[in-house]
């Protein structure tokens, strides 16, 4: 089964670091882009950035560049989202998805994670 | 960045009839590659999104014919032909045709 499953909730204090993660099952995991979106509780979703495995060369939207940092590791088919110090503004719901790393597909996000879900206290 | 606008934000409806979401874009999200990355998505209660539609018009395996996407450059259309209960849920366009990638705010289909 295709999948891509994601590390459970955190609870932490702001200032604390944190890094959680994506696992790619069921398909090569270096042929797909693996994007990283927010949505902060009771609000829409937010396009944060994107990489390919194959090089991890990410790409931000300009809100979230220098705020968080992704990465991915071939070798265990997994993607990570990482904060230095995280802000009470972090509290939210993240969902990876995948793209097939091909032409004439750039909208197409078949698969997603269910979610892991960040709480930061002040 | 491309700003993606939807209307209505909220859409009762009777189980059986139609609905339609509008989206517009404040671009034309027509590629130079000639695709037109506009994609549909739809978010049940509790659930991670789910791709419905992409390219405009195209239907993810799986997802039933009740639904259908049209229209071009700035602006465009998911509708349902007739809204079954478990199309209870928020749908959003999103267009990738530029990045940063950009959502719509959301319309959330509730039965009357």
């Known amino acids: 089964e295709v999948q891509l499953v994601q590390s459970g909730a955190e609870v932490k204090r702001s200032g604390e670091s944190l890094r959680i993660s994506c696992k790619g099952s069921g398909y090569s995991f270096t042929a797909y882009w693996i994007g990283w979106v927010r949505q902060v509780p009771g609000k829409g979703l937010e396009w944060m950035g994107i990489i390919y495995p194959s090089d991890s060369d990410p790409k931000y939207s300009p809100s979230f560049q220098g705020q968080v940092t992704i990465s991915a590791d071939k070798s265990i088919s997994t993607a990570y989202l990482q904060w230095s110090s995280l802000k009470a503004s972090d509290t939210a719901m993240y969902y990876c998805?995948?793209?097939?790393?091909?032409?004439?597909?750039?909208?197409?996000?078949?698969?997603w994670g269910q979610g892991t879900m960040v709480t930061v206290s002040t | 960045d491309i700003v993606m606008t939807q209307t209505p934000l909220s859409s009762p409806v009777t189980l059986g009839q139609p609905a339609s979401i509008s989206c517009r874009s404040s671009q034309s999200l027509e590629n130079s590659d000639g695709n037109t990355y506009l994609s549909w998505l739809q978010q049940r209660p509790g659930q991670p999104p789910r791709l419905l539609m992409y390219k405009i018009s195209n239907r993810l395996s799986g997802v039933p014919d009740r639904f259908s996407g049209s229209g071009a450059g700035t602006d465009f259309t998911l509708e349902i032909t007739r809204v079954e209960a478990e199309d209870v849920g928020v749908y959003y366009c999103m267009q990738a045709t530029q990045f940063p990638y950009t959502f719509g705010q959301g319309t959330k289909l509730e039965i009357k």
């Open positions: 998805a995948r793209r097939l790393a091909a032409a004439g597909v750039n909208d197409v996000f078949d698969i």
